[in-house]
């Protein structure tokens, strides 16, 4: 099993030169932190700026410069800034190369689920719903089973949907996979020191494992 | 040039009645009017229906008239870590509608600028989606959504003149140049206020004609949400 920190290390290897990203909260936040160095990216921030920065130094906190988040960041040379509308214009114009989120469900067939708990929590969907309608590559970051060990890879999710048919690829705690285009996972990677027979378990949508199942490389 | 300016919050808030409908502006509570949230608070107006993308936090922003009970519906993306709000939502004590963000900023925006309706894909097929009017274009499915107006938009930004002409700072543009021109009535706060012709024309992110008042805050707090630091 890896922890947060190792999925956000997997996603990174994801990251290609010259791509227009949008990180949601959470562990795809600190995807951020592993981008190699030698690729240029530009991360998009849906209220309003292109060109994320590293998290200020203490002198360089300033209240009027946040995340989606909310978190106080900093600006890259060659920073955009502008408006919601402007910012989901990008989004929803098809814009940005790559979205990462979070993920309560993820169904084989690739809808997400991610916003709401009826009757226990309501977080909101902010831009996420916008965000898997339009982006052209999906990237999903999760834990593979809920606390109490329930898959939360499923045939069919069972909370609110935030998106129908849009996740191309999860890294949870336990592998990567594919979701492909006539429906399923196909298992892609293992965690370190996970067998291809505890992803069978722990996966209660139809997975596809074809061959030898490599295990990732987090360095 | 026509003089918006009006002395303070308490002024430009006075004629709100109850029941109103308000847009106020701000991400989090990044660029948020403070001030005018302070006066609404001050005033005990009621019933209000606030459009917002948050509805700030548990002691601050909007998170205030929720205390107070003076808002009857919040209309917004995200409820986030706000458990005043979440708790008076699924209490159903507070009427709510969660719209997605993207769609939010453009119904917003589309009543501003004079267009009823558009078709937007997100939230298709999920709740956000019942009865709502779809058509295919191109092979996929987009939904109809309305746009938004208000009785009154209160934003606001870094500077401002007299004109009403708002220039915004960082990310505390967000949603507060969409709002300013949607509302019938639109009141500006500003941190500084300056005389005609002292900002650039080619800099100005919010045009005066949407600008009813304008007045210069005082003591911004500009809480923030998550410090971080490297």
Known sequence: MIDKTGIAKRIAQEVRDGMYINLGIGIPTLVANYIPKNLNVVLQSENGLLGIGPFPTEEQVDPDLINAGKQTITMMPGSALFSSAESFAMIRGGHVDLTILGAMEVSEKGDIANWKVPGKMVKGMGGAMDLVASAKNIIVAMQHCSKDGASKLLTTCTLPLTGLQCVKKIVSDMAVLDVLPEGGFKLLERAPGVSVDQIKNATAGKLVVEGEIPEMKII | ?230
Request: glycine fraction near 12%; hydrophobic fraction near 40%; charged fraction near 25%.
């Open chain 2, 1 to 230: 040039m026509i003089n918006k300016v009006v002395e303070n919050a308490i002024v430009a808030t006075a004629d709100i009645p109850d029941n109103a409908t308000l847009m106020l502006g701000g991400f989090g509570l990044c660029g948020i009017p403070e001030n005018s949230i302070s006066a609404l608070l001050k005033k005990g107006v009621k019933g209000l229906t606030c459009i917002s993308n948050n509805a700030g936090v548990d002691d601050f922003g909007i998170g205030l008239l929720l205390k107070t009970r003076q808002v009857r519906k919040m209309i917004s993306s995200y409820v986030g870590e706000n458990a005043e709000f979440e708790r008076q939502l699924l209490s159903g004590e507070l009427e709510v509608e969660l719209i997605p963000q993207g769609t939010l900023a453009e119904r917003i925006r589309a009543g501003g600028a004079g267009i009823p309706a558009f078709y937007t894909p997100a939230g298709v097929g999920t709740e956000v989606a019942l009865g709502k009017e779809t058509r295919t274009f191109d092979g996929k499915v987009y939904l109809l959504e309305n746009w938004l107006r208000a009785d009154f938009s209160i934003v606001k930004a870094w500077r401002g003149d007299t004109a009403g002409n708002l220039v915004y700072k960082g990310t505390a543009r967000n949603f507060n140049p969409m709002m300013a021109a949607a509302g019938k009535i639109t009141i500006a706060e500003v941190e500084e206020l300056v005389p005609l012709g002292e900002l650039d024309p080619n800099q100005i992110h919010t045009p005066g004609i949407y600008v009813q008042r304008v007045f210069k805050g005082t003591g911004y707090e500009k809480r923030i949400e998550q410090r971080t630091t490297r």
